[in-house]
């Protein structure tokens, strides 16, 4: 009788919690409150849920029936197994603070923008796969919350909310190298004077609180001598949401100031020579 009395309760319980949320969704007009008050509500239904069972467990007169609990809560363990990992996975994201709604991460090999987490899943906007660069896919993927027990977790956006970038510049031999590289810096210092600023603050809190070493912030250029051109490589910091665009901008901007020096430098490219194919000369013998 008892028994029956708890799964009542907790299917009271369940029954509350959707109640709850659907009557939230329907007054709160804010989504960040919204979806907090949410959780909320979740994590106090399933706190609610441990307190009834541990109740039952430790209540007097439960000698009858503590066997069939042991056997079903085993079976329950063994065949939901990766439920209860998700579910504990929720509990760990919300309080180690993994990640959170709005947070660029990798998870499964799967890169998005984290839109919704919720006691089972987390939901991505997935980024990638037939889309080039950081481009949205369109299509929305929800991964267990168990896969952070399971793999390593790469957020973009936790603590330091940048990423450094590389670009090449082909320059053919014979070109001015030093001008060519004066040009790239003024346009990297031009674009790229605010990512630089906000980003030095952000990696002295890294510095403080992890065990990391300084790292340059400000853009700089490496060259490397190859077969048919000189590469210039420039290194740069930049907001990761705008990793796409701000590559973009510079590569137009340096092949315009590359365009201005009027061929002192000149980009280089792949060439194939085709040779003339010498005669030859068949004489048959008779």
Do not use: C
């Not at 028994?3 to 369940?14: C, R, S, T, Y």
């Not at 510095?207 to 290194?235: F, G, M, S």
Request: proline content about 2%; charged content about 25%.
């Amino acid at each position: 009788m008892k028994l029956a009395k708890l799964f009542i309760w907790l299917f009271v319980i369940i029954v509350l919690i959707g109640y709850l949320r659907k009557v939230i969704k329907k007054r709160i007009d804010n989504t960040a409150v919204r979806y907090k008050a949410q959780k909320g509500i979740e994590i106090i239904g399933y706190l609610l849920i441990i307190f009834l069972i541990l109740i039952a467990i430790t209540v007097e007169n439960i000698k009858d029936y503590t066997i069939i609990i042991g056997f079903f809560t085993a079976g329950i363990t063994f065949t939901l197994q990766e439920l209860i990992l998700s579910i504990a996975g929720s509990f760990y994201i919300f309080f180690v603070r993994v990640y959170k709604p709005g947070d660029r991460i990798e998870i499964n090999g799967i890169k998005g923008d984290v839109i919704d987490i919720d006691s089972i899943y987390t939901t991505l906007m997935e980024i990638g796969e037939w889309v080039s660069s950081d481009n949205y896919s369109g299509r929305i993927i929800k991964i267990s919350n168990a896969f952070v027990f399971k793999g390593p977790i790469k957020n973009y956006s936790m603590d330091f909310p940048f990423v450094w970038d590389e670009i090449d510049i082909l320059v053919a031999y014979g070109s001015d190298v030093e001008l060519a590289k004066e040009l790239i810096m003024k346009e990297a210092q031009d674009r790229l004077t605010d990512y630089t600023k906000n980003s030095v603050a952000k990696w002295k809190e890294m510095v403080e609180h992890y065990y990391i070493d300084n790292a340059k912030i400000d853009p700089n250029i490496a060259i490397t001598l190859t077969d048919n051109w000189i590469v210039l490589n420039l290194r740069y910091i930049t907001d990761y949401r705008y990793r796409r665009s701000t590559k973009n901008e510079l590569f137009q901007s340096i092949q315009q100031g590359i365009l201005d020096t009027h061929g002192k430098v000149v980009l280089a490219s792949s060439t194939l020579q085709l040779l003339k194919i010498p005669e030859v000369e068949v004489r048959l013998k008779t």
